[in-house]
């Protein structure tokens, strides 16, 4: 069974696999894909694998577009948007994740293999989440955890 996280992005600049590898590298992180090396700057990407130990499986990494991945990122908003139900009027936290959801344009979605995960593997993903979210403006959720910005839980799920 997966677990996963994801980030919410609410404009449409893509981040390439490259510069996701090299700010993992810079990090300490060596890490690599099953893609091409021809394949690793295109900004249409839709899935890959992101090895951190040749020994443990791979953490599996997709984008979903609005309106071009057979309505997932929809799907998922909706789903998000009815498990955190309407907000009172002092409810900023949930009201600011609300209006982030609202104008998501795509989502990376990170599946971790926890059955044949590593710390050094939560490492990785912790970074990778933290870079897209801050050099692209996004908003992370994590699965029995709920959103977070900046590392801080801003409003919890179930």
Not at 10 to 18: E, G, H, R, W
Not at 82 to 103: A, C, D, M, Q, T
Request: aromatic share 10%; charged share 30%.
């Amino acid at each position: 069974m997966g677990y996963f996280t994801r980030v919410f992005r609410s404009n449409t600049s893509y981040p390439k696999i490259s510069d996701i590898l090299q700010k993992l590298k810079l990090d300490g992180f060596h890490t690599t894909t099953n893609l091409q090396e021809s394949e690793l700057n295109n900004l249409n990407w839709t899935n890959f694998e992101l090895t951190y130990d040749v020994d443990r499986l791979p953490l599996l990494i997709e984008i979903n577009k609005k309106g071009k991945s057979n309505e997932l990122v929809e799907e998922e908003i909706k789903e998000f948007l009815n498990s955190i139900g309407p907000p009172k009027f002092y409810e900023l936290k949930k009201k600011r994740v609300i209006n982030h959801l609202k104008s998501t344009e795509y989502i990376i979605c990170i599946q971790l293999p926890t059955s044949d995960i590593k710390n050094k593997g939560y490492d990785v993903n912790a970074l990778l989440m933290k870079h897209i979210e801050c050099d692209f403006s996004g908003i992370i959720q994590v699965d029995g955890e709920g959103f977070k910005k900046k590392n801080n839980l801003i409003l919890e799920l179930q």
